[in-house]
């Protein structure tokens, strides 16, 4: 079966105002999914306060490479994207007003290195309730609208519960919530038609997606002055659950085999690996890919894509040649402590026919035996 990705992202910053492009936005929950990542593992960011991204990682979740032009307009689109953080205040915090989505960004072959502000830090830096997104869903849209409304849903979605809702919203929240610029769908008849009625059928009528949409108007007179959405889960068994981390999250885990890996190994990643080599395998590749690695540096030859190099030891198995260099190296050791004995074994035999020769002497003379050497 197909491993599906998923990544828990706090629920302030899911609850944002923006207008932002769907491959933006995706771009800026990758990046607070691999920033939380790395403060659990109490990775820190660079003296000048940049946290990286491997780009072959994005390019997985995308499903097909990110080129530098086309990431310097997504960096571009958040660096001058100004938000409201939390807007709905589902966690009783504070709204944040005014705040960009990243702020600086370096971009190299292999990787992406970004900033986020302080606010930003801090609200992912919280152990509070945190949703999972399935990123089989996400990508499963096409549409910026139609990701927001599921993401929107599925974190009012009650596990404990087949049915559930959002909280009122007036019709002025929505467009800021949607990101609808001022004079985009003035009436509301298009605005139900492009930004509500369109993404709930394209959810309703995508296989992939977990849950039904249903949206409940609300009227003064004949006008509709604002809305809700009620959410239905289309099958328990596919529904994401929606938690707080565990404690066990922050605990000390157990023993990585890929920890010795000069870049960051996905999870799945990792779980193809191991379906093929053993932890010990997995240790044993990294081991010679580090020394090769080493090598080039010290050589002052460049190496493209450290990723790159870690993938081909994993797939054909480098570790294979440690092995291979061990068992020769012990097979020498071996050899060479035999050829020691039988090199004194030998002196020691000779030591012993001497001996017994020199006591043949001293019987005729009537001297004392020498005793034998003990072999």
């Known amino acids: 079966m197909e491993e599906v990705r998923k990544s828990k992202t706090n629920q302030a910053v899911i609850h ?13 929950l990758l990046l607070l999914q691999n920033y939380r990542y790395s403060y659990l593992q109490n990775i820190k960011p660079s003296v000048e306060g940049f946290c990286k991204i491997e780009r072959e990682e994005l390019d997985a979740i995308f499903g097909y490479r990110l080129e530098e032009p086309v990431l310097n ?14 807007y709905f205040r589902k966690d009783r915090g504070k709204v944040v007003h005014g705040i960009p989505l990243s702020s600086e960004w370096q971009i190299t072959s292999t990787h ?8 930003i830090m801090e609200v992912m830096q919280r152990n509070e309730i945190y949703q999972l997104i399935n990123w089989e869903i996400v990508n499963s849209f096409n549409n910026a609208p139609d990701v927001y409304l599921y993401l929107l849903c599925a974190d009012y979605r009650n596990a404990n519960k087949l049915a559930s809702r959002t909280p009122n919203m007036t019709i002025q929240e929505f467009r800021e919530y949607f990101g609808v610029k001022e004079l985009e769908y003035l009436e509301f008849k298009d605005l139900n038609k492009y930004m509500i009625k369109g993404p709930i059928s394209r959810i309703n009528g995508n296989e992939r997606c977990d849950i039904t949409i249903e949206p409940e108007y609300i009227k ?3 006008k509709v002055t604002g809305l809700f959405f009620n959410t239905i889960a289309k099958a328990i068994i596919n529904r994401p659950v929606i938690e ?7 605990a000390p885990q157990p023993e990585d085999c890929f920890a010795g890996a000069l870049v960051r190994i996905s999870k799945a990643n990792k779980a193809k690996y191991l379906q093929h080599l053993t932890p010990d395998d997995v240790k044993r ?66 030591e012993i026919e001497a001996v017994k020769r020199m006591n043949e002497m001293n019987r005729k003379i009537g001297v004392p035996e020498i005793p034998l050497p003990k072999e």
């Open 16 to 28: 944002i105002t923006h207008d932002l492009t769907l491959r933006a936005y995706k771009l800026w």
């Open 73 to 86: 307009e997504l960096l571009t689109a958040l660096s001058t994207t100004l938000i409201k953080l939390n």
């Open 112 to 119: 992406v290195f970004y900033l986020l502000p302080p606010a």
């Open 220 to 222: 003064a007179g004949r």
């Open 244 to 250: 707080a981390p565990q404690p066990a999250l922050e």
């Open 285 to 350: 590749c990294i081991t010679v890919a580090n020394n090769y690695l080493a090598k080039m540096k010290k050589s002052s030859k460049k190496v493209q894509s450290l990723g790159a190099v870690y993938a081909t030891a994993f797939d054909a198995n480098w570790g294979a040649e440690l092995v291979e260099a061990q068992k020769v190296e012990q097979e020498k050791e071996q050899a060479k402590k035999a050829n020691e004995l039988r090199v004194k074994m030998s002196n020691l035999h000779a």
